[in-house]
């Protein structure tokens, strides 16, 4: 495994990295929306927020994001500047994607699942631009991590969809959409990323997050003058 983020030059290039696969990702979450079959069950709840308080998606998956990030840091996960870029950036792309009026909501079931597809797999590349910047992961991945340290007993893919299953029914009784894609989405996401993965060859357990703390030794220059009073 190799630090990727040594200078402040890889800091900015691998930031620009992540957020151009965050826009990516918000752009596939975009797609899987306008599939109008129902959504995965984040975004059934996201959705279903801001129906209720009457406000934009990427208001409430800011909102949201932010305080997820609180309680990772409560539990003692990694924050990094790749966190605070996903929990700006994802949302806030969906709300442009949706200025913008690019895709109508399809009427047709199957077109619908197309669309759905397409939409997981552009996020399953994204996620792999996103990780390989070695920036720290975003608020619902480090929750999931925290939780699954504190409930030892259970294997994370078990935490993964106990998560899952509690925010599918907030969102369901908030009035998200829930359908066919949701079903979907819970059983197939994993999937798409994996796959594209898979296409990449790329492992994200060969890659060393830093994180925010870290970030700041290297930008104010630290790093170098720890290692020159070693020497």
């Known amino acids: 495994m190799q630090q990727l983020n040594k200078t402040p030059f890889d800091i900015f290039k691998n930031a620009l990295l992540a957020a151009t696969g965050l826009f990516t990702f918000g752009f596939g979450v975009y797609l899987t929306i306008q599939a109008n079959i129902g959504v ?124 899952t299953i509690v925010i599918f029914v907030i969102g369901w009784r908030l009035g998200g959409p829930v359908g066919i894609g949701t079903l979907i989405g819970t059983v197939a996401m994993g999937g798409m990323m994996q796959l594209a993965f898979n296409i990449v060859k790329f492992e994200p357990k060969d890659v060393v997050h830093q994180n925010i703390f870290e970030s700041i030794k290297v930008l104010t220059g630290r790093v170098a003058g720890e290692q020159q009073e070693g020497e």
């Not at 209720?52 to 990427?58: D, H, S, V």
């Not at 913008?100 to 792999?128: C, D, H, K, T």
């Not at 608020?139 to 969809?161: E, F, T, W, Y």
């Open 40 to 163: 995965a069950p984040w975004d059934t709840l996201t959705l279903g927020l801001a129906q209720t308080i009457g406000t934009l998606y990427g208001n409430v998956s800011v909102v949201m994001a932010f305080c997820i990030l609180g309680i990772d840091l409560l539990m003692g996960e990694k924050i990094g500047i790749g966190s605070l870029l996903d929990a700006v950036i994802v949302g806030k792309t969906v709300d442009f994607f949706n200025w913008l009026g690019l895709i109508r909501p399809l009427e047709n079931m199957w077109a619908g699942i197309v669309l759905l597809m397409i939409g997981f797999l552009i996020m399953g590349f994204s996620q792999y631009l996103y990780m390989k910047a070695g920036l720290c992961c975003g608020p619902k991945d480090s929750l999931m991590v925290g939780i699954s340290r504190r409930i030892s007993k259970l294997p994370i893919g078990a935490v993964n969809i106990m998560i």
